[in-house]
T-cell receptor, first 113, second 111 residues
Framework: GESVGLHLPTLSVQEGDNSIINCAYS??????FIWYKQESGKGPQFIID?????DKRQGQRVTVLLNKTVKHLSLQIAATQPGDSAVYFC????????????FGSGTRLQVQP | EPEVTQTPSHQVTQMGQEVILRCVPI?????FYWYRQILGQKVEFLVS????????KSEIFDDQFSVERPDGSNFTLKIRSTKLEDSAMYFC?????????FGSGTRLTVV
């Protein structure tokens, strides 16, 4: 699953800093959004999700913000750790009744110790 | 924590051969999916499966592809006659309703 060849935007942060990863989604009718983390050679790992009737949801060290007006999703990671280094994808589900997820291109997070 | 299990982790096959990729979804999940990720590209949806039938499929999922749930636990993806461009990571996923869990994938290499 390593994104060799795709020129991913990269966010480089120091250990302990907060990270913000952004995603612009495509469809105003999308009703459900998920952030995934993908480490090299592994499958997408669920981080946090949010439904379209919410604008914020918090998990452990992570917060997702949804701005439907501008079709923007963000993932905030507090106190970033070296183990957070990975590629992060947002995914949207395009309408109630459909099951397919559409994934974004991803952002590579590099955490410097 | 429950996992989606995929086998094999890596499959090499000759062009034109049939391959079957296997998945064991999480036992109480109702929806099953196959996605693929060509090296360096986005994860792409192939097909979703519910109540023993395909509920949705993408343009990628043409007549060369088929899915089956042969028993109560396995979920398979068959590619009838592989092409070079089928080389990718194939991910199985399952969900109850919300919250999709992905397996670790099968790397398919067509030579």
């Amino acid at each position: 699953g390593e994104s060799v060849g795709l020129h991913l935007p990269t966010l480089s942060v120091q250990e302990g800093d907060n990270s913000i990863i952004n995603c612009a989604y495509s469809n105003s009718a999308s009703d459900y959004f998920i952030w995934y983390k993908q480490e090299s050679g592994k499958g997408p790992q669920f981080i946090i999700d949010i439904r379209s009737n919410m604008d914020k949801r918090q998990g452990q060290r992570v917060t997702v913000l949804l701005n439907k007006t501008v079709k923007h999703l963000s993932l905030q990671i507090a106190a970033t750790q070296p183990g957070d280094s990975a590629v992060y994808f947002c995914a949207e589900r395009m309408a109630t009744g459909r099951r397919a997820l559409t994934f974004g291109s991803g952002t590579r997070l590099q955490v410097q110790p | 924590e429950p996992e989606v299990t995929q086998t094999p982790s890596h499959q090499v096959t000759q062009m034109g051969q049939e391959v079957i990729l296997r998945c064991v979804p999480i036992s109480n999940h109702l929806y099953f999916y196959w996605y693929r990720q060509i090296l360096g590209q986005k994860v792409e949806f192939l097909v979703s499966f519910y109540n023993n039938e395909i509920s949705e499929k993408s343009e990628i999922f043409d007549d060369q592809f088929s899915v089956e749930r042969p028993d109560g636990s396995n979920f398979t993806l068959k590619i009838r006659s592989t092409k070079l461009e089928d080389s990718a990571m194939y991910f199985c996923a399952s969900s109850p309703s919300y919250g999709y869990t992905f397996g670790s994938g099968t790397r398919l290499t067509v030579v």
